[in-house]
């Protein structure tokens, strides 16, 4: 008898196992490095839901499809990792529009899983249908409609790959019901090369950097005498923040941050002259017009900055860098167009500026007179000295003053966004979260949730708005049963406040379908329903107070109802499609704003 022939373990071939599509896609996930993922079952995505039971992945059930997906991009923001999204099909999917349209223009990672009704019922209007391919194509970077469950493994490497890369962006799958069900063979030899080898002849980011556009941009660089750093939303996205703060030192620019770039270079910087647009620093808008040479690191010229497009920077050239070739000569023609990625075309720049030497033209003037500016025109209001009516400005302050060191801030949309950005001194990346391009109201709570979730070890304070809050507080249910403690300070003027402030200057007074009530409902006792702590300030010397306590409790949420003055505004201000060189810094100028003839926008 002939001795059996035994194939020695390292030469042994694994069998491939039979799985689920569905089990395929959460081993995906896994493989993927998916460590946390927000969302809310229905029937067509069950089958995705009964393996999450046996997954590490922790589940963050939400209150609402559109909570899940604003947690994902305030988890994404703050982690760098993109955020993950899964929902079932028809009225869910729908529900999560708006956050993949706000991640994608303001360019968030995130995968979004949509189940879908059985493939062999789409198109019969079956229950739950909707063309989720169909409506969510122009809201995000890539989305595709799973047709057979071996391709899921591919499909989910690609839709990380496609997020996370170039600029970045929601991806969407949506998978069929049937198709999850189905069984596949899973090899686990992809196991060991998971994301390595990803083929997409069609997507080809640009990476690389033109030595002769370096040159031409150093070129303008050392031959400007008033050049100024315009740094937007895409430094953060290249995580090109270190590359930016050594440029800015040894080139001696003053630089302005936009909304999206808060804290890209720290507000303490003496060359930081803070937020520019149209409620912006008078010096960073100021700095822009005035300008011979813009340095547009990561920023589209959005309108809330640019104002009249015609009348922006006349005298500047520009030097823009962007890796989405779409947002160059889009809105203004640079003299030097570089698509890259801003932190290797930045470290670049920075290369050639210290081998070759800066240049001999003296900043010191420059830099002396937007400094100037700044101290001339700085961020102001007045609080009384009997504590009512009590100024939003003033919680803001306090609530930067008191807050432990790598305090994460998460804003809505409205006055309360535009004043948190400007009295909140951003001296670390990554800190800010916030609803740019498309002005998302309800944001802020749910990201929170979501930056809490990703950097647990930080305090996260969410900066709203009573209009805003009431759209999406719910998702403090998500937080207070998810043991997600964020604490919340709702800005409570009792109006619309942005709107009216415009009903205000534009409409004669006016204040239509504007007024909420300060008393609708009552935040403090909402809170405690919702197994939160609910506190309350409404005069100036009970705010330290308050912050106090909301600091002091760290696990369970809490809501500070601050009771402000309903009728303050945002200022500086630029009327909506004005020009930046009329800035109108505060109530005095009002009158200039009814004269200005700009139809607000």
């Known amino acids: 008898m002939c001795p059996a022939t035994v194939t020695p373990f390292s030469e042994q071939k694994a069998k491939p196992m039979r799985i689920t599509g569905a089990q395929a896609l959460i081993k995906s996930l896994e493989l993927s490095g998916v460590e946390v993922v927000f969302g809310l079952p229905g029937g067509a995505i069950l089958p995705v839901y009964d393996p999450i039971i046996e997954s590490p992945i922790r589940h963050v059930l939400v209150r609402h499809e559109q909570g899940a997906g604003h947690m994902a991009s305030g988890y994404a923001t703050v982690t ?7 929902v079932t099909s028809g009225p869910a999917a729908t529900n999560i529009v708006t956050p993949l349209m706000d991640a994608y223009m303001d360019s968030v990672p995130m995968v979004a899983i949509t189940g879908q009704v059985a493939f062999s019922n789409i198109g019969t209007d079956a229950f739950q249908e909707c063309d989720t391919v169909g409506i969510t194509r122009s809201v995000t970077k ?28 929601p991806v969407l799958l949506d998978l ?150 779409a947002e160059h000569g889009k809105v203004r023609q640079p003299d030097v167009s570089i698509i890259g990625d801003a932190r290797l075309v930045i470290e670049a720049i920075n290369a050639e500026l210290r081998s070759g030497g800066i240049g001999a033209v ?19 209001y007045e609080q009384s000295e009997s504590g009512f009516p009590l100024k939003p400005q003033y919680c803001l302050e306090k609530l930067n003053e008191m807050a432990p060191e790598g305090t994460i801030v998460v804003a809505g949309v409205g006055q309360h966004q535009m004043w948190a950005s400007q009295f909140w001194r951003f001296n670390k990346p990554y800190s800010w979260v916030n609803s740019g391009g498309l002005g998302t109201m309800g944001y802020a709570v749910p990201a929170a949730v ?19 809050f009431q759209m999406t507080f719910q998702e403090l249910i998500t937080a ?116 200005s003839g700009v139809a607000p926008s």
């Open 80 to 86: 760098g990792k993109p955020g993950v999204v899964i």
């Open 480 to 595: 207070a049963a998810e043991r997600i403690p964020v604490k919340i300070a709702i800005l409570n003027n009792a109006y619309l406040g942005m709107v009216r402030q415009w009903q205000e200057l534009f409409y004669e007074e006016r204040y239509s379908e504007v007024y909420l009530s300060q008393d609708l409902p009552d935040y403090a006792k909402l809170a405690e329903a919702m197994g939160c702590v609910g506190l309350r300030a409404e005069k100036a010397d009970e705010v330290e107070s308050v912050i106090e306590q909301a600091n002091a409790i760290n696990d369970r949420p809490v809501v500070v109802d601050f009771r402000v003055d309903e009728f303050e505004k945002v200022y500086p201000m630029v009327p909506a499609g004005g020009s930046n060189d009329v800035v109108i810094l505060g109530p005095e100028g009002d009158a200039e704003l009814g004269k």
């Open 142 to 169: 890539h989305n595709e409609l799973i047709t057979d469950p071996a391709d899921i493994p591919r499909l989910v490497q690609e839709a990380f790959h496609i997020a996370t890369t170039g600029r970045p962006g």
């Open 362 to 380: 003296d900043l010191d003037p420059w830099k002396s007179t937007v400094s100037g500016w700044q101290e001339t025109h700085p961020f102001k």
């Open 450 to 468: 979501g930056a809490k979730a990703g950097r647990p070890d930080a305090t996260v304070w969410a900066i709203d708005g009573d209009g805003c």
């Open 176 to 325: 069929p019901k049937d198709i999850a069900n189905m069984e596949i063979d899973w090899d686990v030899a992809w196991e060991q090369t998971w994301g390595e080898g990803i083929s997409l002849p069609g997507y080809q980011p640009s990476l690389g950097v033109d030595p002769a556009e370096i040159s031409e941009a150093v070129e303008l660089i050392r031959a400007a005498q008033r050049p100024v750093v315009y740094a937007g939303g895409g430094i953060m996205k290249a995580r090109a923040v270190e590359a930016l703060r050594e440029f800015v030192d040894m080139a001696q620019i003053p630089t302005v941050t936009t909304l999206m770039a808060r804290g890209a270079l720290p507000d303490d910087h003496p060359l930081c002259f803070g937020m520019p647009g149209m409620h912006g620093a008078y010096a960073a808008i100021t700095a822009l017009q005035q300008a011979d040479l813009l340095l547009a690191f990561g920023s589209r010229f959005d309108d809330r900055v640019t104002g009249k497009v015609d009348a922006f920077a006349p005298h500047a050239k520009v030097v823009h860098v962007d890796i989405d070739p």
